[in-house]
Structures are given as C-alpha cells and as structure tokens.
C-alpha cells in the first residue's frame, strides 16, 4: 500500500470514528432531552393531582 492511499485509509477510519463518536453523543442526549421531557410532564400531571385532593378535602 502507497503512503497516499494509507492516508486516504486512515482519514476514512478516523471519520467513521469521529461519526460514530458523534452518533452516540446524539443518542445520549436525546435520551437525556426524552427523560428530562417525560419527567417534567409527570411532575405537573403530579402536581395537578394533588391540587385536586387538597381540593376535594377541604369541602
């Protein structure tokens, strides 16, 4: 193999590396953003709830 085509190949590998990296940081994050999401949703869906006992038991 040439010097000019193992620079080729090695430029390819560190870019599919770089992509890869790049993939799972995105997974990680929309992972992150998914859980960050649903939990705030369940914390008013929570809140709400307990609004309406405080509600009811004071009738």
Known sequence: ???AEYGKVSA???LHSA???QATLERRL???I???FLNSVVNMY???A???KKASMLK
């Open 19 to 21: 992509c890869s990296i």
């Open 30 to 32: 929309l992972g992150f």
């Open 1 to 3: 193999m040439e010097l």
């Open 50 to 52: 307990a609004g309406i």
């Open 12 to 14: 390819l590998l560190f």
């Open 34 to 36: 998914k859980s960050a």
């Open 46 to 48: 929570d809140g709400k």
